[in-house]
């Protein structure tokens, strides 16, 4: 079993930064693919990013060039840097954890999840 807890979450300008973290608990962590998705107020959760146990990573085309995911095994943390932030990435961020390699991209591959944090950029 593994709990992830989410944090950095606020309010920021459009333009501005945040980075986004989630500690996992268990002594399994390295071997797990990560991923972030997003939900925003009445749409469906989203993919946003994913990182591989190799360190491999995926973006949306949405968020590609602006965000930034990367992990420390030592740890057990994955992190979500946001950079260049618009209105529109306003939605609660999860974090997820999965063992399976096959779909990084949709909801269902994944086995873990946080509680969310919530990102508001004002314009």
């Known amino acids: 079993q593994v709990q992830l807890v989410e944090s950095g979450g606020g309010l920021v300008q459009a333009g501005g930064s945040l980075r986004l973290s989630c500690a996992a608990s268990?002594?399994?962590?390295?071997?797990?693919?990560m991923g972030w998705f997003r939900q925003a107020p009445g749409k469906e959760r989203e993919f946003v990013s994913n990182?591989?146990?190799?360190?491999?990573?995926y973006y949306a085309d949405s968020v590609k060039g602006r965000f930034t995911i990367s992990r420390d095994n030592a740890k057990n943390t994955v992190y979500l840097q946001m950079n260049s932030l618009k209105p529109e990435d306003t939605a609660v961020y999860y974090c997820?954890?999965?063992?399976?390699?096959?779909?990084?991209?949709?909801?269902?591959?994944?086995?873990?999840w946080g509680q969310g944090t919530q990102v508001t950029v004002s314009s």
């Open positions: 268990g002594r399994t962590f390295s071997s797990y693919n």
């Open positions: 997820a954890g999965t063992y399976s390699s096959v779909s990084y991209y949709s909801v269902d591959e994944y086995d873990y």
């Open positions: 990182i591989r146990r190799s360190g491999y990573t």
